[in-house]
């Protein structure tokens, strides 16, 4: 879906919320292959066994490429993705548990140096089934205003 919006139609505390989406075993083994992290906290089910965690961990940045596609779900031709700052990952995700994201616009500033356009920050927060913070971060857009300043 194509959605236009300028910077002046963003609204501080403006939230969206996706549906959960259970992380598997083959999400696991794909990011392995993709990414070539086949460190034995993601890997090898007996190894965890023997540790505090007692199983296999998600991968950080598996966790945060689902949660960037659960929450891509519109086009705005006025704005483009910035990046992404704050990235911590908070506590482990096992396979079946269930994510969801929330994403709430969290700050408007100008652009320093361009009138036509602002900085809009969404804060990006993933959490499991029982509602545990998983892993949190800043996403930044940069929005082309109806009105240059």
Known sequence: M????????????YTR????RTI??????MHAGQTGDFFPH??????????DFGQRIAHGTLIFSVAVGMTASTI??????????KLRFIRPVHIGDT???????????DHPKRGSH???HETVEVTNQNDDSVLVCQHLYL???????
């Not at 919320?17 to 959960?20: D, I, W």
């Not at 993601?42 to 540790?51: G, S, Y």
């Not at 994510?99 to 500033?109: F, L, N, Q, T, Y």
């Not at 929005?143 to 300043?149: G, K, L």
């Open 2 to 13: 194509i959605v236009e919006a300028f910077f002046e139609d963003y609204r501080i505390d």
């Open 17 to 20: 919320q996706t549906f959960g």
């Open 24 to 29: 598997t075993e083959a999400d696991i083994v």
């Open 42 to 51: 993601h890997m090898d089910k007996e190894w965890c066994a023997t540790q």
């Open 76 to 85: 705005n031709p006025r704005a483009l993705s910035y990046g992404y700052d």
């Open 99 to 109: 994510i969801k994201v929330s994403a709430k616009i969290s700050e408007k500033r």
């Open 118 to 120: 602002g900085f809009v």
């Open 143 to 149: 929005v082309e205003r109806r009105t240059p300043i």
